[in-house]
């Protein structure tokens, strides 16, 4: 039975302390931010001191151009936050309120980051057991020591499990789970077929198990995902379905190109 966003709109993380991270990741504020400190020193420098300037004129555009990009990032990041636009917590409701599941068995979240979508699976279905799989590099800061704080702290602690993996060959035996999810994992996994990846994370799902995959899955990454579902139908798949989800079901296009979202689209179905 799937659950609405509605009903887990009472279901609020990182009301207690919680680390969960960002997708604009905190490097690339900083990245961004250096730039622009050092365009602001060259500057000074080179009208001050050099008496270049030609060369301060074009640092000083450099400056304006790095603030400008600095601000719209830090807007971004106050969009994504679960304190701010909310925008990630809306994503895993979507993606929740699209499994028809009855929450009564194992879920596995691919790609979990820091634990928050496994986290609001666990607090949506009380009875589910819930384990989450990351390679964790070193991008966004996230690791097993935070999901497990952050679950601990949220009070499921006892039904979620995070382990290291790679989502190119799960550890787990065929038919292990009855419900999987994945949100904004596989395009980040370089070199590697997404819709391998994505028949991967099926492999694990249990006979009459239910999924639900949310990423960008724009043509120039995934191919043709009309022929992909076909395929999926043919082996025996039920409901399977690709939904958009920038066309305004929790973003508009406008958000989805301004916070970097656009071609996001939803797999779900039945196993």
């Not at 990630?88 to 879920?107: A, F, N």
Request: aromatic fraction near 10%; hydrophobic fraction near 45%; glycine fraction near 12%.
């Amino acid at each position: 039975m799937k659950i609405s966003e509605i009903e887990q709109s009472g279901i609020h993380l990182g009301t207690h302390g919680e680390k969960y991270g960002n997708w604009m990741s905190a490097p690339v504020l900083y990245m961004v931010g250096g730039l622009l400190a050092l365009a602001v020193v060259l500057a000074v420098l080179l009208f001050t001191v050099f008496r270049l300037t030609v060369l301060g004129v074009i640092f000083v555009i450099a400056a304006a151009i790095f603030l400008v990009l600095l601000g719209w990032i830090a807007w971004i990041r106050r969009q994504y936050s679960f304190d701010g636009g909310g925008m990630m917590e809306r994503v895993h409701q979507t993606i929740l309120s699209h499994l028809d599941y009855d929450g009564k068995g194992t879920l596995l979240d691919v790609g979990c980051g820091s634990g928050a979508l496994s986290i609001q699976a666990a607090l949506t279905w009380p009875e589910t057991k819930v384990t989450g799989i990351d390679y964790w590099g070193a991008a966004y800061g996230y690791g097993r020591a935070m999901c497990e704080k952050n679950a601990a702290s949220e009070g499921v602690a006892a039904r979620c499990v995070f382990k290291h993996g790679d989502a190119n060959k799960l550890d787990f035996p065929d038919e292990s789970f009855d419900a999987v999810v994945s949100n904004y994992v596989y395009h980040n996994i370089m070199g590697s077929d997404k819709r391998a990846l994505l028949l991967e994370t099926l492999r694990v799902l249990k006979k009459g198990g239910v999924f639900a995959i949310h990423d960008l899955m724009e043509p120039s990454r995934y191919g043709d995902m009309d022929e992909f579902l076909r395929k999926l139908r043919e082996d025996g798949f039920q409901e399977a379905q690709l939904l958009p989800t920038a066309d305004g079901s929790f973003m508009t296009p406008w958000e989805g190109k301004t916070l970097f979202l656009s071609g996001s689209a939803l797999l779900v179905g039945r196993k």
